[in-house]
T-cell receptor
Framework: KQEVTQIPAALSVPEGENLVLNCSFT??????LQWFRQDPGKGLTSLLL?????REQTSGRLNASLDKSSGRSTLYIAASQPGDSATYLC????????????FGKGTKLTVNP | GAVVSQHPSRVICKSGTSVKIECRSL??????MFWYRQFPKQSLMLMAT?????????EQGVEKDKFLINHASLTLSTLTVTSAHPEDSSFYIC??????????????FGPGTRLTVL
């Protein structure tokens, strides 16, 4: 059974700092991995999607990497801003026909001005 | 703009009543939609896969008679929590895969529905 773990559970940093969020998964047989942002009481916003054949994806100040063989992904946020404060969720789509996702519990990020 | 919508965004009901939550794909057709539930400080847990034109597929441990799913059209799936009880209070989120570049599909999530059962 696929399990996704995110470390740390919470992170507080000063504005402007670069930071890394970690995600690990137990079964390397994945189709893709996706990072989401969730604001309190809101739905999910997709940030980056990495196919299993890819090593990284970049969007603006965000960079996500994937090491499928070791079951790890990182989300790098450069020059953090208070508006980046949210919970960041990592999810994997297992190989197979279904598109259902397996989520981690998330990392709650607070960027202090 | 929003790609997937949910209605209502928040609902409070008395124990024993039934609540219907709608999930709509706004500018694309979705033959498959997914319903997740999220408890405080917990990850999203898949409840069921909604299939247009056929029965929903439920995850292990999810009562299909309690959580009724109807995929009425290519843009609408509904989740009905029947005879709701306080332990059903949770945040319910739907998602739908939408074609993206390169032949792949990206999951888009609705804004969620906060259900509180008194």
């Amino acid at each position: 059974k696929q399990e996704v773990t995110q470390i740390p559970a919470a992170l507080s940093v000063p504005e402007g700092e670069n930071l890394v969020l970690n995600c690990s998964f137990t079964d390397s047989a994945i189709y893709n991995l996706q990072w989401f942002r969730q604001d309190p009481g809101k739905g999910l916003t997709s940030l980056l999607l990495i196919q299993s054949s890819q090593r990284e994806q970049t969007s603006g100040r965000l960079n996500a990497s994937l090491d499928k063989s070791s079951g790890r992904s990182t989300l790098y946020i450069a020059a953090s801003q208070p508006g980046d404060s949210a919970t960041y969720l990592c999810a994997v789509r297992p190989q197979g026909g279904s598109e259902k996702l397996v989520f981690g519990k998330g990392t709650k990020l607070t960027v202090n001005p | 703009g929003a790609v997937v919508s949910q209605h209502p965004s928040r609902v409070i009901c008395k124990s024993g009543t039934s609540v219907k939550i709608e999930c709509r794909s706004l500018d694309f057709q979705a033959t498959t939609m997914f319903w997740y539930r999220q408890f405080p400080k917990q990850s999203l847990m898949l409840m069921a896969t909604s299939n247009e034109g056929s029965k929903a597929t439920y995850e292990q441990g999810v009562e299909k008679d309690k959580f009724l799913i109807n995929h009425a059209s290519l843009t609408l799936s509904t989740l009905t929590v029947t005879s709701a009880h306080p332990e059903d209070s949770s945040f319910y989120i739907c998602s739908a895969p939408r074609p993206s570049g390169g032949g792949g599909r990206t999951q888009y999530f609705g804004p969620g529905t906060r259900l509180t059962v008194l």
